[in-house]
């Protein structure tokens, strides 16, 4: 069974303070793993795609990583700004472009 | 720029009615899906077209269905709606592809059933 788990649930970080959100994944054929940020009360805004072990991408603060188990997403001197909810998901298999979703990591930073 | 527009942020229904949600993406994509967020649970996919009049169940279907007569608009109805529906749905779309596609998500529709 497909399954995405994402650690930890919650992290609070100093401005300024670098850290990393874990996504690790048990699925059969991955074609995809995506990373979204979610600010309360909104729908998930698209981040990062990575298809292939080895791959990275960035963007700002944001630098996303990924093996053939997980992916890390490396937040580098976050801002206040930068605290949202996380989520990874990733797309395996064949036939559908559905996403499955971990239930995230909620990161606050504080000023 | 990327846009998907649920047609409310907010409702309230009472138990036994009958409720239409709506999405609309106008990016042309193929595949448009319905997910619903619960704390602790995260995202859970409801159902998903990747053609007009076409409609697959995900993993969650029972007490839903869905209507998608136009490639732009894809609907999720309550039958009967329960307060165990209480919750926030979400519409994505993506390009159908045969690798992989990042889906764009609207802004959300928070339901409550009392």
């Known amino acids: 069974e497909d399954q995405v788990t994402q650690s930890p649930e919650a992290l609070r970080l100093q401005e300024g303070e670098s850290s990393s959100l874990n996504c690790s994944y048990t699925?059969?054929?991955?074609?995809?793993l995506f990373w979204y940020r979610q600010d309360p009360g909104k729908g998930p805004e698209f981040l990062f795609t990575?298809?292939?072990a080895g791959e990275e991408k960035e963007k700002e603060r944001l630098k996303a990583t990924l093996t053939k188990k997980e992916s890390f997403l490396h937040i580098t001197a976050p801002k206040p700004e930068d605290s949202a909810t996380y989520l990874c998901?990733?797309?395996?298999?064949?036939?559908?472009?559905?996403?499955?979703f971990g239930t995230g990591t909620r990161l606050t930073v504080i000023p | 720029d990327v846009k998907v527009t649920q047609s409310s942020r907010y409702l309230v229904k009472r138990t036994g009615e009958k409720v239409f949600l709506e999405c609309v993406q106008d990016?042309?994509?193929?595949?448009m899906f319905w997910y619903r967020q619960d704390p602790g649970l995260g995202l859970r996919l409801i159902y998903f077209?990747?053609?007009?009049?076409?409609?697959e169940k995900g993993d969650i279907p029972e007490g839903y269905s869905v209507s998608r007569e136009k490639k732009e608009r894809f609907s999720l109805i309550l039958e009967s709606a329960s307060t165990n529906q209480t919750s926030m749905y979400l519409c994505?779309?993506?390009?159908?592809?045969?690798?992989?596609?990042?889906?764009?998500f609207g802004q959300g529709t928070r339901l409550t059933v009392v």
């Open positions: 994505a779309s993506s390009f159908f592809r045969l690798g992989s596609a990042e889906a764009f």
């Open positions: 699925v059969s054929g991955l074609r995809g």
């Open positions: 990575l298809y292939s």
């Open positions: 998901a990733v797309q395996a298999g064949t036939g559908a472009n559905n996403l499955f």
């Open positions: 990016m042309d994509h193929e595949n």
């Open positions: 077209s990747y053609d007009v009049k076409m409609k």
